[in-house]
């Protein structure tokens, strides 16, 4: 199996832009979650799906993120606008079975936001 | 609310053993678990620990006391490729099952 597939690997955007980060889980996984990771506040789940169905986004920052996963195979985690405090390492991970205590990881996306 | 407390770094040298310790403070504890992360990496899963005791996994192992609500990972025979973060994650129940991370252990294996 492939893993967990993340693109694009970095993104240099400027302020206000649209950015979308895209998603593959591993084949067969039921489980699938969007991360961010800063220096100042370590990993942060944002969102998780249960077949493809959003179960908690309570710690997407604001209505400026959103995420979709409109099959098994593909997700996205938009920014609209972006700031310059979004500039992370996005990671996407997925699992199988309940829980996901054992998360494969993709490779991440480092965002950079001038 | 809940929290997990590591050590921030910990360093040792080349064929020595390490334990980094997790502790943890939270509501309906249903498992432990710990990643490896190296730098510009990502996070790669490393055990899990839903009982008391011992869990060995080649030079790695990891213990979980539910009783203390504490864990550990401990590193054997210690190789420079170990250097990297190690964090431990707590698995809650009760409807949520997703594992929060703590902020992770940064260890730096010298020769």
């Known amino acids: 199996d492939a893993g967990v597939i993340q693109s694009p690997r970095h993104e240099v955007t400027e302020m206000g832009q649209e950015v979308t980060l895209r998603c593959k889980p591993i084949?067969?996984?039921?489980?699938l979650f969007w991360y961010r990771q800063t220096m100042m506040r370590g990993l942060e789940l944002l969102i998780y799906?249960?077949?493809?169905?959003?179960?908690?986004d309570s710690g997407m920052p604001e209505d400026r993120f959103s995420a979709k996963m409109p099959n098994a195979s593909f997700s996205t985690l938009k920014i609209q606008p972006s700031e310059p405090r979004d500039s992370a390492v996005y990671f996407c991970?997925?699992?199988?079975?309940?829980?996901?205590?054992?998360?494969?990881f993709g490779p991440g996306t480092r965002l950079t936001v001038t | 609310g809940q929290s997990l407390e590591q050590p921030s770094e910990v360093t040792a040298v080349e064929g020595a053993i390490v334990q980094i310790n997790c502790t943890y403070q939270t509501s309906g504890f249903y498992g432990l678990s710990w990643y490896q992360q190296h730098d510009g990496g990502a996070p790669t899963f490393l055990s899990y620990?839903?009982?008391?005791g011992l869990e060995e996994t080649g030079r790695f192992s990891s213990f979980l006391s539910r009783s203390d609500s504490y864990g550990y990972l401990l590193l054997q025979e210690l190789q420079m490729k170990d250097s990297a973060s190690y964090f431990c994650a707590v698995r809650r129940g009760g409807g949520s099952y997703i594992p929060t991370f703590g902020r992770g252990t940064s260890l730096i294996v010298h020769p």
């Open positions: 620990n839903a009982l008391d």
């Open positions: 084949s067969g996984h039921d489980y």
């Open positions: 799906f249960n077949n493809n169905v959003p179960i908690d």
């Open positions: 991970a997925s699992s199988l079975g309940r829980g996901g205590y054992e998360q494969y």
